[in-house]
């Protein structure tokens, strides 16, 4: 970590942007994360990530980079392998963590390990195993989802053997490894970890009934109770889950873990080691319901940059 004074005299980075199917959004994150930087004092500069990255962090002399990247490229522990490599310390989880994070399908398994409940789930790598699966399927709705995508691309939830097909073929245009889950028909609900401490609960209610890529990010498609209202036992228990699986995983700095709840039983989904900065992004939301304004949040994050992960 870096001291509050001596970042104040380092150039950082902000790197957004980047290669992955989620660059819009990442370019929204960088921009407000950018801002936030400026009104602190810090003299920061935006980096919309390439392919030349490294030419483009030795040009900007860039001392710390603030990650600020969504998916591939950027969430999944290449972008901070490569700032290892480089000797520049950066924001959020490390390599490992990262690269499993981004891996549904790995962090599932480590859920599991650690008897954290997820929905169960069924993994295709091969045209043979989705035939498989297709032809064996009696039981619906199910889940369809890209192993390493984020931001809901790609994801179907399916009603029928042809919708199913349909997905599989969806998700894998996207990924070669498709995950297939259990619905757990209940209430969404995500827990925001900062440095290890759980924040407020927040229910996601989209309007639509599905909070996809378009419910997330329109203004106004999406309702947000905070903090959610739901059994207080559930909720403590809830929270406590949500550090244990970034402790687990070895996430690091502001990590965002998404659950469904169904009755009193809870099932984690998925962890996000970026979680987004837009003006409907949770994070901030639960932040600001825990006493910490937007500037405060990145300041936190950013003071936690460090090349020892």
Partial sequence: MIEKAQMKTKRIGVLFGGLSAEREISLKTGQAVLKALGILGYAAHGIDVGLDLPRQLKEAQTEVAFVALHGRFGEDGRVQGLLEMLQIP???SGVLASSMTIDKVATKQMLLYHELPTPGFEVL???QQANKLINQSRY????????????????????????LRHGIDTA???DAMVLVEEFIDGLELTV??????????IQIV????FYDYHAKYTLGQTEYLLPAPIDAGVYSRMQQAAVVACEVLGCRGAARVDFMLREKEFYCLEVNSIPGMTE??????????AGLDFEELIEMILLDADLDK
């Fill in 90 to 92: 950066y924001t959020g």
């Fill in 125 to 127: 790598k091969t045209k």
């Fill in 140 to 163: 619906f709705p199910l889940v369809v989802k890209p192993a390493r995508e984020g931001s809901t691309i790609g994801i179907s939830i399916v009603q029928s053997v042809e919708a």
């Fill in 172 to 174: 894998a245009a996207l």
């Fill in 192 to 201: 925001s970890v900062l440095n290890g401490e759980a924040l407020p609960i």
């Fill in 206 to 209: 989209p309007k639509s009934g």
């Fill in 280 to 289: 409907t992004s949770l994070l901030p939301k639960a932040a600001e319901a």
